[in-house]
T-cell receptor, first 115, second 115 residues
């Protein structure tokens, strides 16, 4: 079946602009995660959604970052007033939460470059 | 709190030689451990996982890893390296005590295979 998809695959934006990154999880997966992969920091957790529960936003680096998940499916990560340090690959993952056969399936990522 | 340490940011092996990528974890509760592989410009692909069943875990592409609680290790091995194994490898941990089962990743090890 279809895997996790993300769009756009690449995004170049000017400093100070807002960007939206989209994630389509695997159908039926109730859990959705956003991670950021950057040269200096490696892979970092950003935010987690599970069903209709309040999201775990503990990994968001600043209040310029926000995310929503509509209808328990598609998610959008928004970065306002982008800064050069926001340049990174943003990865989305989804999971069925079938514990302990738990694993996260990752999308190909969106490469964000802030100029 | 949980953390992962991968020893060696770069490892080079000759084609046909043993591959050994090291991962040590820190966790106050029993962990769930994962190895992911990332090929250039692609997302993360799960190689194998440990979820408290057998301590020797076999994964895809001939890789395996052994969970050693006494050493807090989960090293990845493959008896004979192939050129197609050249990629970056990430060890990750989560626990049943984690609120969101977010993965905590190591910094990654880039594997080069020399013909």
């Amino acid at each position: 079946g279809a895997g996790v998809s993300q769009s756009p695959s690449n995004k170049v934006t000017e400093k100070g602009k807002d960007v939206e990154l989209r994630c389509d999880p695997i159908s039926g997966h109730t859990a959705l995660y956003w991670y950021r992969q950057s040269l200096g920091q490696g892979l970092e957790f950003l935010i987690y959604f599970q069903g209709n529960s309040a999201p775990d936003k503990s990994g968001l680096p600043s209040d310029r970052f926000s995310a929503e998940r509509t209808g328990g499916s598609v998610s959008t990560l928004t970065i306002q007033r982008t800064q050069q340090e926001d340049s990174a690959v943003y990865l989305c993952a989804s999971s069925s939460r079938a514990f302990p056969n738990y694993e996260q399936y990752f999308g190909p990522g969106t490469r964000l470059t802030v100029t | 709190a949980q953390s992962v340490t991968q020893l060696g940011s770069h490892v080079s092996v000759s084609e046909g030689a043993l591959v050994l990528l090291r991962c040590n974890y820190s966790s106050s509760v029993p962990p769930y451990l994962f190895w992911y592989v990332q090929y250039p410009n692609q997302g993360l692909q799960l190689l194998l996982k440990y979820t408290s069943a057998a301590t020797l875990v076999k994964g895809i592409n001939g890789f395996e890893a052994e969970f050693k609680k006494s050493e807090t290790s989960f090293h990845l091995t493959k008896p004979s390296a192939h050129m197609s194994d050249a990629a970056e490898y990430f060890c990750a941990v989560t626990t049943s005590g984690a609120v969101s089962y977010q993965l905590t990743f190591g910094k990654g090890t880039k594997l080069s295979v020399i013909p």
